[in-house]
């Protein structure tokens, strides 16, 4: 994200969104919940060198638009932040460093990537990876499988099940997966439900098939595929809902780590995806982001995690198990389902939820 211009820059006026207004009024009624998935009054989690303060204030959107739920999360090298989640107004909302409300992406973002409507980038909305690559910084998008609806009543064809890559200003350069056609810039991939993209220090990519064929596959910077392995198991190479992958360099070599969700653990292993070790005691772990050493990990059973380069644990975060969702709001200090995190320059984590108003919130460190 080197630039500050974007293929769709939807700076709304005030008089588009009191336009809309009932919209977030009326989500507001039918939830019971805030729109903007945030909470009066501040709070402190963690614990020793891992503690972190509660912004009540970033990340809230005007009247009129709401997040669905919480998908991803990166930063760019300008401390922008870019959230997506399961909604149509935004499909995308980028902040700045202060967290003010830069512009959305919606209608037109899904045109560039091939729908026709916003609606079914809602439908297929998950992953979201920021690579830099020989100084420039792109994104890779990860979509689920989603199917249609016909006028009968019965389910249509399906659609999405893409990685695609884009500039930083949302144009797609490379699509893998479900495509109608092979190009030179579009490649069928058998994904069945993609989760989560990585990209190693060399450029190789890898991609979980996380809701579906439990494979892991590997592929070099110029989109020539080198490996695949898994399968649905709890053996060493298998895997139930490989939901994240991540190329960790905390260690003296890089390693792929997956987020083995519903096996409730992390499996390691070399960039040839040589398997080397289970880190086990995770409740249903989503992804990963490193930073400072450490390595941290959204569990969706309703705490982060954070690792030191030994992957021993440092800390555990807002862990709100048995909290019902309804009743998280309430409890500042308390995850319910996180889904995806980041880290900024400064220091500042960013936590999202996997929640139906897909609850963003930003903690500073405390030192």
Same mark, same amino acid.
């Given at each position: 994200?080197?630039?500050?211009?974007?293929?769709?820059? #939807?700076? $709304?006026?005030?008089?588009?969104?009191?336009?809309?207004?009932?919209?977030?009024?009326?989500?507001?009624?039918?939830?019971?919940?805030?729109?903007?998935?945030?909470?009066?009054?501040?709070?402190?989690?963690?614990? /020793?060198?891992?503690?972190? +303060?509660?912004?009540?204030?970033?990340?809230?959107?005007?009247?009129?638009?709401?997040?669905?739920?919480?998908?991803?999360?990166?930063?760019?090298?300008? @401390?922008?932040?870019?959230?997506?989640?399961?909604?149509?107004?935004?499909?995308?909302?980028?902040?700045?460093?202060?967290?003010?409300? =830069?512009?959305?992406?919606?209608?037109?973002?899904?045109?560039?990537?091939?729908?026709?409507?916003?609606?079914?980038?809602?439908?297929?909305?998950?992953?979201?990876?920021?690579?830099?690559?020989?100084?420039?910084?792109?994104?890779?998008?990860?979509?689920?499988?989603?199917?249609?609806?016909?006028?009968?009543? &019965?389910?249509?064809?399906?659609?999405?099940?893409?990685?695609?890559?884009?500039?930083?200003?949302?144009?797609?350069?490379?699509?893998?997966?479900?495509?109608?056609?092979?190009?030179?810039?579009?490649?069928?991939?058998?994904?069945?439900?993609?989760?989560?993209?990585?990209?190693?220090?060399?450029?190789?990519?890898?991609?979980?098939?996380?809701?579906?064929?439990?494979?892991?596959?590997?592929?070099?910077?110029?989109?020539? &595929?080198?490996?695949?392995?898994?399968?649905?198991?709890?053996?060493?190479?298998?895997?139930?809902?490989?939901? /994240?992958?991540?190329?960790?360099?905390?260690?003296?070599?890089?390693?792929?780590?997956?987020?083995?969700?519903?096996?409730? $653990?992390?499996?390691?292993?070399?960039?040839?995806?040589?398997?080397?070790?289970?880190?086990?005691?995770?409740?249903?772990?989503?992804?990963?982001?490193?930073?400072?050493?450490?390595?941290?990990?959204?569990?969706?059973?309703?705490?982060?995690?954070?690792?030191?380069?030994?992957? =021993?644990?440092?800390? $555990?975060?807002? @862990?709100?198990?048995?909290?019902?969702?309804?009743? #998280?709001?309430?409890?500042?200090? +308390?995850?319910? +389902?996180?889904?995806?995190?980041?880290?900024?320059?400064?220091?500042?984590?960013?936590? =999202?939820?996997? =929640?139906?108003?897909?609850?963003?919130?930003?903690?500073?460190?405390?030192?």
């Amino acid at each position: 994200m080197n630039s500050n211009s974007t293929l769709f820059p #939807i700076r $709304r006026t005030r008089r588009d969104f009191l336009a809309t207004g009932a919209l977030g009024v009326a989500g507001l009624a039918a939830g019971g919940l805030p729109a903007v998935g945030q909470e009066a009054g501040g709070a402190t989690i963690g614990e /020793g060198s891992a503690r972190f +303060k509660l912004d009540t204030t970033w990340g809230r959107l005007p009247e009129g638009m709401r997040y669905g739920l919480g998908c991803a999360i990166v930063v760019d090298k300008q @401390d922008r932040v870019i959230v997506t989640s399961r909604s149509t107004q935004p499909c995308v909302a980028i902040f700045d460093k202060e967290g003010k409300l =830069l512009e959305t992406w919606g209608k037109d973002f899904a045109t560039a990537v091939g729908y026709g409507s916003a609606e079914q980038v809602q439908a297929t909305a998950h992953g979201l990876y920021l690579a830099e690559e020989n100084g420039t910084e792109y994104l890779y998008w990860t979509e689920n499988v989603a199917r249609a609806k016909g006028a009968d009543g &019965k389910m249509g064809k399906a659609y999405g099940a893409r990685v695609y890559k884009t500039d930083m200003k949302g144009k797609v350069l490379y699509t893998l997966g479900m495509v109608e056609k092979e190009s030179d810039t579009a490649q069928k991939l058998d994904l069945t439900n993609p989760t989560d993209v990585a990209v190693a220090p060399n450029g190789d990519i890898y991609i979980v098939d996380g809701y579906g064929s439990q494979k892991v596959h590997r592929f070099s910077k110029d989109f020539k &595929k080198l490996k695949t392995i898994g399968g649905r198991g709890k053996e060493p190479g298998q895997f139930n809902t490989c939901h /994240g992958v991540w190329v960790n360099t905390l260690r003296k070599e890089p390693e792929v780590y997956i987020a083995d969700r519903a096996n409730n $653990r992390l499996e390691v292993y070399s960039l040839e995806l040589e398997y080397k070790r289970t880190v086990r005691d995770a409740r249903l772990p989503c992804c990963f982001y490193q930073q400072g050493g450490r390595l941290y990990v959204p569990e969706l059973d309703a705490r982060v995690t954070v690792l030191d380069d030994k992957d =021993l644990v440092v800390a $555990r975060l807002g @862990d709100g198990k048995g909290i019902p969702d309804t009743e #998280i709001n309430k409890h500042p200090d +308390k995850f319910a +389902k996180p889904h995806a995190l980041t880290l900024d320059s400064k220091g500042n984590l960013f936590v =999202l939820e996997w =929640l139906p108003w897909g609850r963003v919130r930003k903690f500073s460190p405390v030192a």
